[in-house]
Protein backbone atom coordinates (compact mmCIF):
# COMPACT_ATOMS: atom_id res chain seq x y z
CA UNK A 1 0.00 0.00 0.00
CA UNK A 2 1.34 3.51 -1.25
CA UNK A 3 1.99 6.06 2.26
CA UNK A 4 0.14 9.34 1.09
CA UNK A 5 2.01 12.29 2.00
CA UNK A 6 0.70 15.42 3.62
CA UNK A 7 0.25 18.72 2.65
CA UNK A 8 -1.17 20.77 -0.16
CA UNK A 9 -1.13 20.10 -3.99
CA UNK A 10 0.45 22.24 -6.66
CA UNK A 11 -3.36 22.92 -7.91
CA UNK A 12 -4.61 23.86 -4.51
CA UNK A 13 -1.95 26.54 -3.56
CA UNK A 14 -2.69 28.19 -7.57
CA UNK A 15 -6.50 28.72 -7.03
CA UNK A 16 -5.72 29.79 -3.14
CA UNK A 17 -2.94 32.20 -4.85
CA UNK A 18 -5.97 33.29 -7.72
CA UNK A 19 -8.55 33.72 -4.81
CA UNK A 20 -6.22 36.18 -3.03
CA UNK A 21 -4.89 38.12 -6.24
CA UNK A 22 -8.78 38.51 -7.10
CA UNK A 23 -9.37 39.72 -3.66
CA UNK A 24 -6.55 42.09 -3.76
CA UNK A 25 -7.43 44.01 -7.00
CA UNK A 26 -10.93 44.23 -6.29
CA UNK A 27 -9.95 45.92 -2.61
CA UNK A 28 -6.84 47.90 -3.79
CA UNK A 29 -8.87 50.90 -4.79
CA UNK A 30 -11.40 51.20 -2.28
CA UNK A 31 -8.58 50.99 0.24
CA UNK A 32 -6.82 53.88 -2.00
CA UNK A 33 -9.65 55.71 -1.49
CA UNK A 34 -10.42 55.34 2.27
CA UNK A 35 -6.74 56.67 2.70
CA UNK A 36 -7.45 59.68 0.23
CA UNK A 37 -10.18 60.63 2.53
CA UNK A 38 -8.38 60.05 5.42
CA UNK A 39 -5.62 62.28 4.44
CA UNK A 40 -8.21 65.04 3.23
CA UNK A 41 -10.16 64.75 6.73
CA UNK A 42 -6.46 65.30 8.41
CA UNK A 43 -5.90 68.29 6.39
CA UNK A 44 -9.10 69.90 7.17
CA UNK A 45 -8.59 69.20 10.48
CA UNK A 46 -5.11 70.76 10.58
CA UNK A 47 -6.85 74.00 8.98
CA UNK A 48 -9.47 74.03 11.89
CA UNK A 49 -6.68 74.07 13.95
CA UNK A 50 -5.23 77.06 12.64
CA UNK A 51 -7.82 78.92 12.78
CA UNK A 52 -8.92 78.55 16.34
CA UNK A 53 -5.09 79.22 17.57
CA UNK A 54 -5.20 82.29 15.12
CA UNK A 55 -8.93 83.43 17.03
CA UNK A 56 -7.06 82.20 20.39
CA UNK A 57 -4.26 84.50 19.77
CA UNK A 58 -5.92 87.29 18.46
CA UNK A 59 -7.95 87.14 21.43
CA UNK A 60 -5.27 86.94 23.63
CA UNK A 61 -3.04 89.70 22.45
CA UNK A 62 -6.23 92.05 21.65
CA UNK A 63 -4.65 92.53 18.26
CA UNK A 64 -6.38 92.12 15.09
CA UNK A 65 -5.34 89.16 12.66
CA UNK A 66 -5.82 87.89 9.06
CA UNK A 67 -5.50 84.88 7.52
CA UNK A 68 -4.87 84.21 3.98
CA UNK A 69 -5.42 81.08 2.25
CA UNK A 70 -3.23 80.82 -1.45
CA UNK A 71 -2.37 77.45 -3.40
CA UNK A 72 1.32 76.85 -4.43
CA UNK A 73 2.27 74.62 -7.56
CA UNK A 74 5.82 74.76 -6.89
CA UNK A 75 7.55 72.39 -6.15
CA UNK A 76 4.41 70.10 -5.15
CA UNK A 77 0.68 70.97 -4.95
CA UNK A 78 0.04 72.49 -1.34
CA UNK A 79 -1.86 75.34 0.66
CA UNK A 80 -0.16 77.80 1.97
CA UNK A 81 -1.61 79.79 5.29
CA UNK A 82 -0.39 83.00 6.26
CA UNK A 83 -1.03 84.08 9.67
CA UNK A 84 -0.56 87.84 10.40
CA UNK A 85 -1.47 89.49 13.77
CA UNK A 86 -1.67 93.13 13.23
CA UNK A 87 -0.41 95.91 15.74
CA UNK A 88 -3.06 98.52 15.97
CA UNK A 89 -1.36 101.11 18.12
CA UNK A 90 -1.48 101.69 21.40
CA UNK A 91 -3.54 99.85 24.87
CA UNK A 92 -3.21 95.85 25.15
CA UNK A 93 -2.10 94.76 21.60
CA UNK A 94 1.31 97.57 22.12
CA UNK A 95 1.43 95.69 25.40
CA UNK A 96 1.40 92.08 23.97
CA UNK A 97 3.92 92.95 21.25
CA UNK A 98 6.17 94.52 23.79
CA UNK A 99 5.56 91.82 25.77
CA UNK A 100 6.61 89.30 23.56
CA UNK A 101 9.35 91.59 22.30
CA UNK A 102 8.45 91.36 18.46
CA UNK A 103 8.02 93.95 16.29
CA UNK A 104 5.52 92.15 13.89
CA UNK A 105 4.00 88.64 13.59
CA UNK A 106 3.57 86.62 10.49
CA UNK A 107 3.76 82.94 10.31
CA UNK A 108 2.82 80.84 7.15
CA UNK A 109 1.86 77.09 7.60
CA UNK A 110 1.60 74.26 5.02
CA UNK A 111 -0.85 72.09 4.25
CA UNK A 112 0.89 69.38 1.67
CA UNK A 113 -0.88 67.79 -1.18
CA UNK A 114 -3.92 69.81 -1.37
CA UNK A 115 -5.56 72.47 -2.70
CA UNK A 116 -8.61 75.25 -2.12
CA UNK A 117 -11.36 76.02 -5.02
CA UNK A 118 -10.69 79.68 -4.35
CA UNK A 119 -7.17 80.79 -3.63
CA UNK A 120 -6.86 84.27 -1.57
CA UNK A 121 -9.45 83.99 0.47
CA UNK A 122 -8.81 85.98 3.55
CA UNK A 123 -10.11 86.02 7.26
CA UNK A 124 -9.82 88.53 10.17
CA UNK A 125 -10.35 88.44 13.29
CA UNK A 126 -11.08 91.41 15.38
CA UNK A 127 -8.89 91.66 18.91
CA UNK A 128 -10.54 90.67 22.10
CA UNK A 129 -13.73 89.84 20.85
CA UNK A 130 -12.39 87.34 18.61
CA UNK A 131 -14.91 87.64 15.74
CA UNK A 132 -14.70 86.81 12.18
CA UNK A 133 -15.48 90.40 10.49
CA UNK A 134 -13.76 89.26 6.60
CA UNK A 135 -14.51 85.82 5.61
CA UNK A 136 -17.68 85.55 7.62
CA UNK A 137 -19.27 82.16 6.02
CA UNK A 138 -17.88 81.74 3.55
CA UNK A 139 -17.41 78.08 2.08
CA UNK A 140 -13.70 76.75 2.51
CA UNK A 141 -13.13 73.68 -0.40
CA UNK A 142 -9.99 71.47 -0.38
CA UNK A 143 -9.61 69.40 -3.17
CA UNK A 144 -7.00 65.87 -2.75
CA UNK A 145 -7.17 63.46 -5.52
CA UNK A 146 -10.63 62.45 -6.67
CA UNK A 147 -11.91 64.18 -3.06
CA UNK A 148 -12.93 66.99 -1.58
CA UNK A 149 -14.08 68.81 1.43
CA UNK A 150 -16.09 71.53 2.81
CA UNK A 151 -16.28 73.97 5.62
CA UNK A 152 -17.81 77.36 6.80
CA UNK A 153 -15.80 79.54 8.91
CA UNK A 154 -18.19 80.68 11.49
CA UNK A 155 -18.40 83.00 14.30
CA UNK A 156 -18.63 79.95 16.96
CA UNK A 157 -16.72 77.56 15.17
CA UNK A 158 -17.04 75.70 11.75
CA UNK A 159 -20.07 74.30 9.97
CA UNK A 160 -20.20 70.73 9.45
CA UNK A 161 -17.22 69.12 7.31
CA UNK A 162 -18.84 67.39 4.39
CA UNK A 163 -16.27 65.07 2.07
CA UNK A 164 -17.35 63.80 -1.37
CA UNK A 165 -15.25 61.40 -3.63
CA UNK A 166 -15.51 61.57 -7.40
Known amino acids: MAK???????????????????????GLPGLSNLLQTQRL?????RFKSIVE???????RSECDSEL????S???????LVDVQIIRNGS????????SA????YNNQFEISGTQVDTSNQAYTFTGGGSVVSVGLNQTVKFKRGGGSASLQ???????ETTYTHE
Open 4 to 26: QSEGFTLMELMVVLAITCLGLAL
Open 41 to 45: KYDVS
Open 53 to 59: NTRELSS
Open 68 to 71: RLNN
Open 73 to 79: QTPTVRV
Open 91 to 98: GPCNTWFS
Open 101 to 104: GVNS
Open 153 to 159: VRPEGFS
